[in-house]
């Protein structure tokens, strides 16, 4: 069965270094979303992409953030410079279609220390 | 702003009984709602997707209800087994968004 795939699975950064989280979503999918979960908190929402552009993104998603889909396969998210509170699991999503079900992958822990 | 809770935050019963898991939003302007399982360090595998026009959808031991006009919708595991044990989590979509609100997940553990 297809399915959502990240790596790394654990990355570990120091502050003020940036970082490269990627993603490769299900092959047929034209949506494509990220969000991250604060350890003990919920599920949040961070940005959403579509025929190479945002559609949309929440509040989180600031100027230090940064989305892409360098090749036909690969869809990244970018920190430019890691702070303390953007320790988190962060879990890729893609979907066939606008509103469709979303299939999640496994997630990578991003510790900044 | 949309808000989304679930009741109750930890649930543990034995082996072979029938459950339900409760989840509630603030807002009834929803696309659609769809349930999650949440295994300890793992990603989110997907249940159910329930639409807005409809009033439940059912996979297997699973079953999910919704009640738009109430901000409710209920997940009916029947015949636990201890594989269930996990956080399940409900996500909603507004009727203009494409991201989901997820609520804080019900913590469920299944005793052999």
């Known amino acids: 069965e297809p399915e959502v795939t990240q790596t790394p699975s654990h990355q570990v950064t120091q502050m003020g270094q940036e970082v490269i989280l990627r993603c490769v979503p299900i092959s047929n999918h034209l949506y494509f979303y990220w969000y991250r979960q604060i350890l003990g908190q919920k599920v949040e929402f961070l940005v959403s992409f579509y025929n190479n552009e945002i559609s949309e993104k929440s509040e989180i998603f600031d100027d230090q953030f940064s989305v892409e889909r360098p090749d036909g396969s690969n869809f990244t998210l970018k920190i430019r410079s890691t702070k303390l509170e953007d320790s988190a699991m962060y879990f890729c999503?893609?979907?066939?279609?606008?509103?469709?079900?979303?299939?999640f992958g496994p997630g990578t822990r991003l510790t900044v220390t | 702003k949309q808000e989304v809770t679930q009741i109750p935050a930890a649930l543990s019963v034995p082996e072979g009984e029938n459950l339900v898991l409760n989840c509630s939003f603030t807002d009834s302007a929803i696309y659609n709602l769809q349930w999650f399982r949440q295994d300890p360090g793992k990603g989110l595998t997907s249940l159910l997707l329930?639409?807005?026009?409809?009033r439940e959808q059912t996979s297997g031991r699973l079953n999910a209800s919704l009640d738009k006009s109430s901000g409710r919708s209920t997940l009916y595991i029947a015949a636990s087994q201890p594989g269930d044990s996990a956080t399940y989590l409900c996500?909603?979509?507004?009727?203009?968004?494409?991201?989901?609100?997820f609520g804080p997940g019900t913590r469920l553990s299944v005793l052999p």
């Open positions: 329930i639409q807005s026009s409809q």
């Open positions: 996500a909603v979509r507004g009727n203009y968004g494409q991201n989901f609100v």
């Open positions: 999503a893609s979907s066939e279609r606008r509103l469709y079900e979303q299939y």
